[in-house]
């Protein structure tokens, strides 16, 4: 009994630190949680100061943390230095990429440790506004609309509010090698002629590529028909075109296409298509603006040229991605980082971005610079660009992309009826959505 | 601290009364109480300090966050105009985090009640000494026994509350979300309120809609894979490992170090090399099949044979494993077993049969289990090589050689449908645990045994 007691003394004893140490955490996880009925008048207060001057000044004290990627990095740095010169802010850059970042904002924005502005492509924006951890661009709102181009506004605009800062835009085009054909054919009909005196399946020869599998990649045939996936503005969940009549022409002519390219979905991988381009045995390949360094140094003589025309006279529409950037709604200093992200975005800085990086910026103004009209490759992406259909951004367009894929390669690989595939895709699209409810 | 003789207070107060039980009383009814009672003044203040703020934390802080747990949140967070015509966040509750808090405090609080249950027992243990006539310890001895006898329960303390806390709180939450809508596109925090949907997270995975159809085909495909992928690597293994030790083989290092080397490498590596080699239309393996006159195979693009490839891919990774493991047993099988077997004139696959299985199955039956259970979350094989590819409409964020491992990574991180994936979780945690439990009551009946001895 004796020798019993001491243990459980001291068990009792280091408990009571325990809990006094545990008790004020839970203590403090309280507060936390009740904090923020106190601060909804608080937040106002720093509006209310600047209500009397009337212009935006950042809050008192304010730091700002921006995420982008890392080949951004200097860019972000120049930005910082302007805004540090005049509005005495410090603004600190962190490596979350574009593509990344919205995941991540979701959790870490509500949680008080995201970055105040962070960068994205636009087919994210659905989900963080479902999720509500971005702020709409309310008060630069005229400002962006006067600047950015029609497709690159509508990419981050949700339910007619707009949220980003769009700075600039990607879309994909076909790079070819000009020492296999000087000039590119400009229909596809053309195309499939060059094909069949170029094609040779036994040496690997092949005329055109693109990942015919792939949602992404093929949804311009599809586009260019007229078909959509989501309402004509890509923001309607109920209104599914991928099997109208459109959408099986456009299926009908992708379908033709394997007598160019016979290949299986699965085997035209970015490896095989690279290496062939690098070989010189393809003669186009199509990618976006993020592959002409490495192209142009695999490929001596490199052209870029808008897609092809469809056999309907109408020309191909991709999807195109607008990345731009976006207040973090729980942010601690919202002006500030409004004010950075206009800034950051705006034409001076967005023309200062291509010239660091050579991104194509999404200010319509600047596609008529004389500068970037001189350069081949950018125009002709941002020709294309004016061509094309921002991926939609609604959440449900998740289901789009696990079941284009399958669908297309049974219409490719199996020669299924396109009518059939894409009802059956559109069903099971519908289908996922109920499941979501 | 004053120390009476407690002998001669305690009989004289009443030959009677239980110290033990008034002083378990009191301490039951305010924490210290009974301390006081037994003269152990010190301590009783500390209790009587716990016990304060225990009581504030109960009433003032337990309340709110238990009732956070049990709504999680009454209003999600929206935009709002200020004065100057801003928008603002109008800050609301956040489900997740209020999950989180509540579950905080309701382990605090049974921290607190279990320093409420050794604050009586410490009591009545007391009590009962000085029933006895054994003086009771002041708080200076009490300190020296502590640091005598029980300091390993001091230091354990700390990695008590880690596990309570970073183990414990988070299966615990994990398993939680599985009963919630916590999911994309319309139940993600902060503009929208998560809630408690009971068992209907399971019985859509289980039974209703395309999720019961992805569910159970990825769970036969796991476990056809699991098998499939056991057993060859493991006979494979002890094949190869039998022909290397056979007599008369020469160089046999350079065979063990070949057939090691494929494990060597990083699989990070090795599978995507893997991947673009089985490319039906320009990989190397279906170039050397045209130059045979033959067709090749569509080795990763086909539902059926791309599970053969995994498969054989995976042999190429996992037998070297089991090669290496039955390589040890087989130099530890007595020689004079198999000199014995000839004298009677045993043939090779006898003696194979009859002497080496025994011992190799006696030797690794339980890691046998283990690699089962292993194979069955093979995240890097499947993820790698197919990515889970081909895919198939039919299946929910599913391809048709997904795992279910790969098919939950999917889930969470691509998709945000964190209710289902964390239920297909729990069901994979139960099909593996039941395999460790099977394992381990193996490895006991093998050590009860004793054939082999």
Not at chain 2, 180 to 203: C, E, M, R
Request: hydrophobic content about 45%; aromatic content about 14%.
């Amino acid at each position: 009994m004796n020798k019993m007691k001491k243990p459980w003394f001291v068990m009792a004893s280091s408990m009571v630190l325990a809990l006094a140490v545990s008790a004020c955490g839970g203590g403090n996880a309280g507060t936390t949680e009740e904090a923020p009925a106190d601060e909804t008048p608080a937040a106002e207060t720093p509006a209310e100061q600047t209500a009397d001057t009337g212009e935006l000044k950042p809050e008192e004290g304010a730091k700002l943390l921006v995420w982008e990627s890392a080949d951004q990095k200097a860019f972000i740095e120049e930005v910082a230095k302007a805004f540090k010169e005049k509005y005495g802010v410090d603004v600190e850059w962190s490596d979350v990429g574009p593509d990344k970042s919205v995941a991540q904002m979701i959790t870490d924005g509500p949680a008080g440790v995201g970055a105040d502005v962070f960068a994205a492509v636009h087919d994210r924006t659905g989900s963080a506004v479902a999720a509500g951890v971005i702020m709409p661009n309310d008060v630069f709102e005229a400002d962006t609309k006067a600047l950015m181009s029609e497709t690159a506004l509508s990419a981050v605009t949700v339910d007619g509010v707009l949220y980003g800062y769009p700075y600039s835009v990607e879309t994909t085009a076909v790079y070819y090698n000009k020492d296999l054909l000087p000039e590119a054919p400009t229909d596809w009909n053309g195309v499939v002629e060059f094909a069949k005196t170029f094609n040779k399946p036994a040496e690997n020869k092949y005329a055109y590529m693109w990942p015919a599998g792939n949602g992404y990649w093929s949804f311009g045939f599809f586009g260019g028909y007229g078909a959509y996936v989501f309402g004509s503005n890509g923001t309607d969940p109920n209104d599914i075109g991928m099997n109208t009549e459109a959408a099986v022409e456009a299926g009908k002519f992708y379908q033709t296409l394997n007598q160019i390219l016979p290949f299986k979905t699965g085997d035209i991988t970015d490896d095989v298509r690279k290496s062939l381009f690098e070989q010189g045995k393809l003669a186009m390949n199509t990618s976006g603006p993020w592959d002409k360094e490495s192209f142009k140094s695999i490929v001596p003589n490199l052209g870029l040229t808008t897609y092809p025309t469809l056999p309907n006279g109408q020309p191909m529409k991709p999807f195109s991605g607008v990345k731009a950037y976006f207040v973090n709604a729980n942010s601690k200093y919202p002006i500030a980082a409004r004010l950075f992200a206009q800034m950051a975005s705006s034409e001076e800085f967005q023309k200062k971005n291509y010239q660091m990086t050579g991104v194509l910026p999404a200010a319509k103004a600047l596609a008529e610079d004389p500068d970037i009209k001189a350069d081949e490759f950018t125009a002709t992406f941002l020709k294309q660009f004016e061509n094309s259909v921002p991926m939609p951004s609604i959440p449900e367009m998740s289901n789009y992309w696990t079941t284009i894929d399958p669908a297309l390669a049974s219409i490719w690989n199996d020669n299924a009826d396109p009518k059939t595939a894409l009802d059956s895709m559109v069903q099971q699209m519908k289908d996922l959505a109920a499941t979501a409810k | 601290m004053k120390q009476r003789s407690a002998p001669s207070a305690g009989s004289a107060s009443g030959g009677t009364t239980s110290f033990a039980r008034t002083a378990a009383v009191l301490s039951l009814f305010v924490m210290g109480l009974g301390q006081w009672f037994n003269r152990q003044y010190v301590k009783g203040l500390l209790f009587f300090l716990v016990y304060i703020v225990g009581l504030l934390y109960t009433f003032v802080v337990l309340p709110r966050n238990i009732r956070g747990l049990i709504t999680l949140g009454d209003k999600a967070a929206g935009f709002g105009k200020n004065a100057q015509g801003l928008t603002v966040l109008l800050p609301g509750d956040h489900s997740i985090f209020l999950m989180i808090y509540g579950l905080i405090a309701l382990i605090t609080f049974l921290i607190f009640l279990f320093v409420w249950f050794l604050n009586v027992r410490d009591a009545h243990r007391n009590g009962k000494l000085r029933d006895a006539g054994k003086p009771v310890p002041n708080f200076g001895q009490s300190i020296r026994g502590m640091q005598e006898k029980s300091f390993p329960y001091l230091l354990l303390t700390l990695p008590g509350l880690g596990v309570l806390f970073f183990t414990i709180l988070p299966i615990v939450f994990m398993i939680l979300i599985a009963f919630t809508n916590y999911s994309a596109p319309n139940h993600i925090p902060q503009k929208n309120l998560v809630d408690w949907v009971g068992f209907s997270t399971f019985s859509n995975l289980l039974v209703y809609s395309q999720w019961a159809y992805t569910f159970w085909n990825v769970l036969a495909w796991t476990i056809i894979w699991a098998i499939v992928a056991t057993v060859t690597c493991y006979f494979g293994g002890i094949f190869v490992a039998m022909l290397i030790q056979q007599k008369g083989i020469r160089f046999k290092g350079m065979w063990r170090t070949i057939f090691i080397i494929p494990y060597a490498i990083p699989q990070f590596i090795s599978l995507l090399i893997m991947k673009n080699l089985f490319n039906s239309q320009l990989g190397p393996i279906n170039q050397y099949f045209r130059l045979l006159g033959l067709e090749g195979l569509p080795w990763l693009i086909h539902p059926f044979w791309a599970k053969v490839t995994i498969v054989a891919v995976n042999m190429w990774i996992g037998v070297p494993v089991s090669m290496v493991l039955v390589l040890g047993i087989l130099t530890a099988i007595p020689k004079d077993l198999y000199e014995a077997a000839e004298v009677d004139g045993a043939s090779a696959f006898q003696k194979f049969r009859n002497i080496t299985m025994p011992y190799v199955l006696f030797a690794t039956a339980p890691l046998l289990i283990m690699q089962f259970a292993g194979n069955i979350n093979n995240f890097n094989v499947i993820y790698l090589l197919t990515k889970g590819d081909p895919k198939t409409g039919e299946y929910a964020f599913a391809g048709t050689t997904d795992l279910l491992v790969t098919w939950l990574y999917k889930l969470t991180l691509d998709n945000q449908i964190y209710n289902v994936a964390s239920a297909v979780g729990i069901l994979i945690f139960i099909f593996i645990a039941s395999f460790s439990i099977l394992n381990f009551r193996r490895t006991r009946s093998f050590k009860e045994e004793d054939i082999l001895q």
